[in-house]
């Protein structure tokens, strides 16, 4: 991926010491996958962004110490409006979707969690003009599983794929 002017500091060589000029969003990055992936963009130098829903504060602190100093940002949004989900995306040129459900909770089902949540984040991405996107999905992922979950991850990749055809699956 390259340099992107969206960045707001100097850039640098890359490493947790300086700044890569890459600028991530990492949605899900409270997750089991998604803390190992904001560690990864952390030690390289990328400034993350983190996005959060408004009561899970406390569940992203641990996150800040994965980069230096003002690297790990973490931002408050809702799923649900799309104006919140453009402003996590502002100054990114990555995109990278983390969240998944494996089952269905008061708030959300597998569907939403999985094909709903995905494809407005798909959305508010190619509108904001990011660079590269990425999709987490499943090896599994089958819309012919018997696993509603693994249905739910290929029904999501594919309409990602729709929206952004250069999506990394």
């Known amino acids: ?46 400034q993350v962004i983190c996005p959060y829903r408004f009561y899970q504060e406390e569940n992203m602190r641990h996150l800040k110490v994965m980069g230096d100093l003002g690297q790990i940002n973490i931002v408050n949004f809702d799923v649900h409006d799309k104006e919140s989900i453009l402003k996590t995306m ?3 040129n990555v995109v990278i979707n983390c969240i998944g459900s494996f089952s269905d909770t008061s708030n959300y089902s597998i569907e939403d969690g999985n094909v709903s949540v995905s494809t407005w ?8 003009g990011i660079e590269r996107f990425v999709q ?6 089958d819309v012919n599983s018997s696993s509603r979950w693994f249905r739910s991850k290929a029904t999501a990749d594919a309409a990602v794929r729709k929206l952004i055809p250069s999506a990394t699956l």
């Open 1 to 46: 991926t390259t340099i992107s002017s969206r960045s707001l500091y100097a850039h640098g060589p890359g490493g947790r010491s300086s700044v890569s000029g890459l600028v991530t969003t990492i949605f899900g990055s409270s997750g089991f996958l998604g803390r190992a992936v904001v560690n990864k963009f952390g030690r390289e130098g990328t």
């Open 90 to 92: 502002e100054h990114s």
């Open 121 to 128: 984040i798909a959305e508010c991405a190619k509108e904001m």
């Open 136 to 141: 987490m999905s499943s090896a599994n992922a």
